[in-house]
Every structure is written in structure tokens, then in C-alpha cells.
């Protein structure tokens, strides 16, 4: 499904501040070393999360889905003093990419990357997180929605990525599992009487995709 004119897309992408040399280089290897690299954040989303992060104050950040690190990376820059990303992931050779460019970067003693699945290491935490990006195995979402519920205070963000998927989300009969679950957090997210949330249609994957905010009030 053509959700956005690529040259619209190319276009918001031209009017982003860049993320400079150490992000473009990231970008290139993911591409280079990974087979499925648009999982990755661009600079257009990395730059969002990084906003939020600075818009909310962020100290504490969790984000599931470490893949190469960009998304925690951008976060990590937002950080006001003292604060702290713990990014987790089942994968240990792209969390070593991620590892290496937060030290290149300085960022390293802002961002503690752990592995392991994500419905394990989220059951082992204690919060409160100022802002949860959920952005992990889609399936596990309203799981990893419903952990987020109750490890962030009011005030708090909670985000889940792809919420799109090239329009898939639309088929209410579909069996992927991912489609599934994305339709289900977006269903308790949109009915939870503690959020006020907001579903974005055209962030990601060069327009394709999407990613849903909640602002947790209660
Ligand atoms: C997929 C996963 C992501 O987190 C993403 O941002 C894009 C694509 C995927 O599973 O295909
Ligand atoms: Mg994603």
C-alpha cells in the first residue's frame, strides 16, 4: 500500500536536522551487516525519539528492540544529566554494533544494553520509566503494553513502533502474528482509560510505516 509519495517522505527527511557523521556510518554498516536493515530507525524517527526524550525530561529510559542502536543512541543524546537508556535485545551480534557506536559516541555510560528476550528482562525491572519505546518481536506487544502500564508514572510516554506495517494492520483477519499483536496493543492502548494516546500513520520506513504515543495521565 503507497502510504506516502516517496518525494514527500524524501522531503520531511531533507527538513530534519541530520544526525550527523557517527549515525550515517551506523546506518551504512546495519545495511551492510544485517539482512532486514529497515528495521532500523532513520534519521527522521531517531530525531523524534531524541525530541521526546528532551520534551518530557527524560532520566529513564527502556526501550525494547535493541537492534544496531541507533533508536537508543538518539535517545541517549536527548538525556538530560544523569539520565540512563536500558535497551534490551535477544541478539548479541547487532547489540555488539550498538555497543561499539555508544562508545564511539561517548554514549556508552548513558545506555546499559542487556540481552535476553524482552518478556523476560521487562518482568525484572522496577520503574518507573519516563518513556518506554517498545520496538521488539510485534507478537509480544500488548504484553510488553501492558508491562509498560506498570512501569511508568503520569507523565510518562509509552511508544510502539510499526504500527503500519505498509497498511497490513488493516486486515482484521490476518494470521500474521505480528499484525495480530500490533492490532491488539493498539486496541488496549487506544481503550485504556490511564493514557491519552495518538496513532501516527507515516513515521518509518520511508513513509510505510507508523508508530502509536501514549501519554500515560493517571
Ligand atoms: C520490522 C521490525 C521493526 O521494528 C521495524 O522498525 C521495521 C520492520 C520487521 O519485523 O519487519
Ligand atoms: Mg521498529
Given at each position: 500500500?503507497?502510504?506516502?509519495?516517496?518525494?514527500?517522505d524524501?522531503?520531511?527527511?531533507?527538513?530534519?536536522?541530520?544526525?550527523g557523521?557517527?549515525?550515517?556510518?551506523l546506518a551504512a554498516?546495519?545495511h551492510e551487516?544485517t539482512?532486514i536493515?529497515?528495521?532500523?530507525?532513520?534519521?527522521?524517527?531517531g530525531?523524534?525519539?531524541?525530541?521526546l526524550?528532551r520534551l518530557?525530561?527524560?532520566?529513564?529510559v527502556l526501550e525494547?528492540?535493541?537492534?544496531t542502536?541507533?533508536?537508543?543512541l538518539s535517545?541517549?543524546?536527548?538525556?538530560?544529566?544523569?539520565?540512563h537508556?536500558i535497551?534490551?535485545?535477544?541478539?548479541?551480534?547487532?547489540t555488539?554494533i550498538?555497543?561499539?557506536?555508544?562508545?564511539?559516541a561517548?554514549?556508552?555510560?548513558?545506555?546499559?544494553?542487556r540481552?535476553?528476550?524482552?518478556?523476560?528482562?521487562?518482568?525484572?525491572?522496577?520503574g518507573?520509566?519516563?518513556?518506554?519505546?517498545?520496538d521488539?518481536?510485534?507478537?509480544n506487544?500488548p504484553?510488553?503494553?501492558?508491562w509498560?502500564?506498570?512501569?511508568?508514572?503520569?507523565?510518562?510516554?509509552?511508544?510502539?513502533?510499526n504500527?503500519v506495517?505498509?497498511?497490513?494492520?488493516?486486515?482484521?483477519?490476518?494470521?500474521?502474528?505480528?499484525?495480530?499483536?500490533?492490532?491488539?496493543?493498539?486496541?488496549?492502548?487506544?481503550?485504556?482509560p490511564r493514557?491519552?494516546?495518538?496513532?501516527?500513520q507515516?513515521?518509518?520506513?520511508?513513509?510505510?510505516?507508523?508508530f502509536?504515543?501514549?501519554?500515560?495521565?493517571?
Amino acid at each position: 500500500m503507497n502510504l506516502v509519495d516517496p518525494k514527500a517522505d524524501a522531503y520531511a527527511e531533507a527538513h530534519t536536522t541530520p544526525s550527523g557523521e557517527l549515525y550515517e556510518r551506523l546506518a551504512a554498516e546495519t545495511h551492510e551487516k544485517t539482512s532486514i536493515p529497515q528495521m532500523m530507525v532513520g534519521e527522521v524517527e531517531g530525531r523524534f525519539l531524541e525530541f521526546l526524550v528532551r520534551l518530557v525530561g527524560a532520566k529513564r529510559v527502556l526501550e525494547l528492540g535493541t537492534f544496531t542502536g541507533y533508536s537508543s543512541l538518539s535517545m541517549a543524546r536527548g538525556l538530560s544529566d544523569g539520565g540512563h537508556v536500558i535497551s534490551c535485545d535477544v541478539n548479541p551480534e547487532t547489540t555488539a554494533i550498538a555497543q561499539r557506536y555508544a562508545e564511539e559516541a561517548g554514549l556508552a555510560d548513558r545506555i546499559e544494553y542487556r540481552l535476553g528476550p524482552g518478556i523476560e528482562t521487562i518482568a525484572q525491572l522496577e520503574g518507573p520509566f519516563d518513556l518506554v519505546f517498545i520496538d521488539a518481536d510485534k507478537v509480544n506487544n500488548p504484553h510488553y503494553f501492558e508491562w509498560a502500564l506498570k512501569l511508568t508514572k503520569r507523565g510518562s510516554l509509552i511508544i510502539i513502533d510499526n504500527v503500519v506495517r505498509e497498511g497490513s494492520v488493516l486486515d482484521a483477519a490476518s494470521a500474521d502474528t505480528s499484525v495480530q499483536g500490533t492490532r491488539r496493543a493498539l486496541e488496549m492502548m487506544s481503550a485504556e482509560p490511564r493514557v491519552t494516546a495518538t496513532a501516527i500513520q507515516t513515521i518509518g520506513l520511508k513513509g510505510h510505516d507508523g508508530f502509536a504515543i501514549a501519554l500515560v495521565t493517571g
